[in-house]
């Protein structure tokens, strides 16, 4: 019985191959051919159901992918945030490319530098360029939040412009929180030489509604906010600490981070430079288990890379594998 199934698919085989032939050798049309041939195997495997799913025409809709972004979309409802980019007139094709890539996904996104720019656009500052006017920059940037688009969000988040955001994750990850509280969030850090808790610049940083309002209502006199080193980081958080506004846990409860202040590589393979590893307010750790599998920003990112990172996040997936949300 063995021999003779093994003949009929023998037969089988060479029937296939001289029709296939004489499609070629009349020049016929190559996806007509496969057709033909598709229908020839299926009428004579007629007992051989794994070929009739395969190839029955019916069968295209079982394997059709969908998107499904009701949740995503839900969560865009419901976490209202500003996005604004500190960037240089030396680094607008790093502002560009935040613009195409995840900036694309936000709600409301804006770009500050220290000169116009009509083509991203990208807002003008009063202030020079240079490390030791970063705070002042950011200062100037977050105040023409509060007094332009304080109704228009409830958080509001600082980054730079070699900082990629998964706005998504970032949604997610303040949909339970309370934006009426005062509180600011992102890598936290702590300087022990001046003995200050801060967020990390370069891993970005989110105010609530409330700190908000409160840096930009804060009083000349006394000074809250005054510029004693050259680290924008740990000015703003001296400043918020100051206006009563704390730092809000952004750890999950395995104490895997979601802010990143380097690169994914380095996170999950390299490992930081050994003063960012004293920094680290929490506990240290390389590799993907130290990572929240929803993580929100990556730093140091190219205009190339930002480009992978977001054909990575929002295009490449693995085939049959989705998720469900409740």
């Not at 380095?266 to 750790?285: C, E, F, M, Q, R």
Request: hydrophobic fraction near 35%.
């Amino acid at each position: 019985m063995r021999i003779c199934r093994r003949r009929s698919h023998q037969l089988v085989l060479v029937a296939v191959m001289i029709i296939v032939v004489v499609f070629v050798s009349n020049n016929v049309d190559y996806s007509q051919s496969v057709r033909y041939v598709e229908k020839f195997l299926i009428n004579s495997e007629g007992n051989n159901k794994s070929a009739n799913v395969i190839n029955s025409s019916e069968s295209s809709d079982i394997f059709r992918e969908t998107v499904d972004e009701s949740v995503a979309d839900k969560l865009k409802q419901r976490v209202r945030v500003l996005i604004w980019v500190m960037t240089s007139p030396k680094t607008v094709e790093k502002a560009r490319a935040v613009k195409n890539t995840w900036g694309s996904r936000c709600d409301l996104l804006l770009f500050f530098s220290s000169e116009n720019n009509t083509e991203i656009p990208i807002i003008e500052l009063d202030v020079e360029e240079g490390r030791e006017h970063l705070f002042e920059k950011t200062t100037q940037a977050f105040d023409y939040i509060y007094e332009n688009y304080f109704d228009m969000a409830d958080w509001f988040m600082k980054v730079d412009d070699d900082t990629f955001v998964v706005m998504e994750n970032l949604r997610h990850f303040l949909y339970d929180k309370n934006a009426s509280e005062p509180v600011f969030t992102g890598r936290h850090f702590h300087e022990p030489r001046l003995n200050i808790s801060f967020e990390s610049g370069g891993a970005g940083y989110v105010l609530s509604k409330e700190a908000l309002r409160r840096f930009g209502t804060r009083e000349s006199s006394p000074p809250f906010c005054t510029n004693e080193t050259i680290y924008e980081d740990v000015e703003m958080a001296r400043c918020l600490q100051r206006l009563g506004v704390s730092i809000l846990n952004s750890t999950d409860n395995k104490l895997r981070s979601h802010f990143h202040p380097y690169d994914a590589e380095s996170h999950v393979i390299k490992g930081l430079p050994v003063d960012y590893i004293l920094y680290d307010a929490n506990s240290y750790k390389v590799g993907m288990d130290a990572i929240n599998e929803h993580a929100i920003t990556f730093h140091y990112i190219s205009p190339q890379q930002m480009h992978l990172l977001y054909y990575y996040t929002y295009h490449f997936r693995p085939f049959g594998i989705s998720y469900t949300y409740s």
